[in-house]
């Protein structure tokens, strides 16, 4: 299946002097099979080593030799299995190695030995290295997530409603158009953006099965949480994991460590929600404090809103149904509009990046704010009825620079009076 990261790969390759392809993200958001469907497109071939299952390979780089003794016993490995290779024309991919330990020290001076080399590594993590950091000139770190909309759209072959929906600020959709994506959208919110699930519920239609492979791949991810950490730093990681639907459908959407466990004091699960977004099952949204650019300068780190992987794992946690039958309408107001802001959370990070979220010293909450050109933008969610409407008002107040706004919910596309409104399934265009 497309996925829109083939753009940066591209880019990479032509890099007149490759740096290390490093692909970083969650178990089961499709790394591997992009990057392979990638190379066989643009090198005469590939060979990939994954260290989950190669464990003479995994041992080697697990070594505590020198880095001399390492570099030659991979390479006497990598010709023991693959021959006589030119790699300047194959992709020389390892997979899986998040377990060994600096790998990307290793690399960076595999690297200089070998530099005609094309390497590519692939990691079930979003953790960065202070190392890998600092040497991105020798590092090109890109970051998978699960599908987006449009993504899924493509998936779909629904080509003719991707050009229907990239048109829609001059030329609004039909009404057959805007209920086929409404339709879409209704089902893209409950089989999620997994790329294996997409791919099964595309080929079967049979919402049934996706509640199960949903069920399979969230019983997987507990069992990489216990098998990634010590008993008890596993136990406060999953502990936080099981909370984080009940605290998504309150008001007050900050999380709470107080709600994971009576008495729990956040200098006890920090690190456990640390863990967690480093394995990429969850990620935060931290709170501003003022809206000032750049906003990164006005960030409270220790206030922050805690959203899963994918909002069709969001549903199934929460144990809502999955079935044909269901409204777009329902599944936006669904645990007081949770689900929704999982989905927007997914949508417009790919999109702009950073997002925070923002509230008044009384009641007004922003969901998402993120940095504009010269000021800070405001995101407000209007799908359903009772939602505040002061909450952008009180923004502007505080903040009289801003001079756009952005409205999400499921009208057509319009700009009045300083405010953007998008539809919920024309996000990934705006």
């Known amino acids: 299946m497309y996925r829109n990261i083939i753009n940066e790969l591209a880019t990479w390759y032509e890099?007149?002097?490759?740096?290390?392809?490093?692909?970083?993200?969650a178990l089961g958001v499709g790394k591997t099979w992009t990057v392979t469907d990638f190379a066989t497109g643009f090198f005469e071939g590939y060979k990939l080593i994954d260290l989950s299952v190669d464990t003479a390979f995994k041992s080697?780089?697990?070594?505590?030799?020198?880095?001399?003794?390492?570099?030659?016993?991979?390479?006497?490995?990598?010709?023991?299995?693959?021959?006589e290779i030119d790699y300047t024309?194959?992709?020389?991919?390892?997979?899986?190695?998040?377990?060994v330990q600096d790998i990307d020290r290793f690399f960076y001076e595999y690297a200089k030995r070998h530099r005609n080399y094309v390497i590519c590594l692939i990691a079930s993590s979003m953790k960065i290295t202070e190392f890998e950091y600092h040497?991105?000139?020798?590092?090109?770190i890109i970051r998978m997530r699960p599908m987006t909309f449009d993504e899924f759209l493509i998936a779909n072959k629904a080509t003719p409603l991707i050009s229907a929906i990239e048109n829609s600020k001059t030329t609004p959709l039909s009404s057959v158009e805007e209920d086929t994506a409404k339709s879409m959208l209704r089902d893209f919110l409950i089989v999620g953006g997994m790329p294996g699930i997409v791919k099964h519920f595309i080929k079967n239609k049979d919402f049934q099965a996706v509640r199960q492979m949903q069920l399979?791949?969230?019983?997987?991810?507990?069992?990489?949480?216990?098998?990634?950490?010590?008993?008890?730093?596993?136990?406060?990681?999953?502990?936080?994991?099981?909370?984080?639907?009940?605290?998504?459908?309150?008001?007050n959407k900050k999380f709470m460590y107080?709600?994971?466990?009576?008495?729990?004091?956040?200098?006890?699960?920090?690190?456990?929600?640390?863990?967690?977004?480093?394995?990429?099952?969850?990620?935060?949204?931290?709170?501003?404090?003022?809206?000032?650019?750049?906003?990164?300068?006005?960030?409270?780190?220790?206030?922050?809103?805690?959203?899963?992987?994918?909002?069709?794992?969001l549903r199934a946690q929460f144990g809502f149904p999955a079935e044909d039958t269901l409204t777009l309408e329902t599944i936006f107001a669904?645990?007081?509009?949770?689900?929704?802001?999982?989905?927007?959370?997914?949508?417009?990070?790919?999109k702009v990046g950073f997002l925070y979220y923002w509230i008044s010293k009384a009641t007004a909450r922003v969901p998402f704010v993120y940095e504009g050109e010269s000021t800070a933008v405001p995101v407000d969610i209007r799908f359903t009825a009772n939602k505040k409407a002061q909450n952008i008002k009180t923004f502007k107040l505080q903040n009289p620079n801003t001079d756009i706004s952005v409205q999400i919910s499921l009208h057509p596309v319009s700009f009045t009076e300083g405010i953007l409104n998008i539809p919920a399934y024309g996000l990934w265009n705006m």
Request: charged share 30%; net charge negative.
């Open 216 to 251: 399979d791949l969230l019983d997987t991810y507990n069992k990489l949480i216990k098998s990634s950490f010590s008993a008890s730093m596993s136990q406060r990681c999953r502990r936080i994991w099981k909370s984080i639907p009940s605290q998504l459908s309150r008001d």
């Open 15 to 25: 890099e007149p002097r490759k740096r290390i392809l490093y692909i970083k993200g």
């Open 258 to 313: 107080r709600f994971v466990e009576d008495n729990a004091r956040s200098r006890e699960y920090s690190d456990a929600t640390y863990n967690l977004c480093s394995l990429g099952l969850s990620r935060k949204l931290p709170r501003l404090t003022a809206n000032t650019p750049p906003l990164e300068d006005h960030v409270d780190y220790k206030s922050f809103e805690l959203f899963m992987i994918d909002h069709g794992l």
């Open 135 to 140: 040497h991105k000139d020798v590092f090109n």
């Open 89 to 99: 024309k194959q992709l020389l991919i390892f997979d899986e190695v998040q377990d």
């Open 334 to 350: 669904e645990a007081n509009g949770a689900v929704a802001e999982q989905y927007i959370f997914q949508e417009l990070s790919n």
């Open 60 to 83: 080697i780089l697990s070594s505590d030799s020198d880095i001399d003794t390492i570099i030659s016993n991979l390479d006497f490995m990598l010709e023991q299995h693959f021959g």
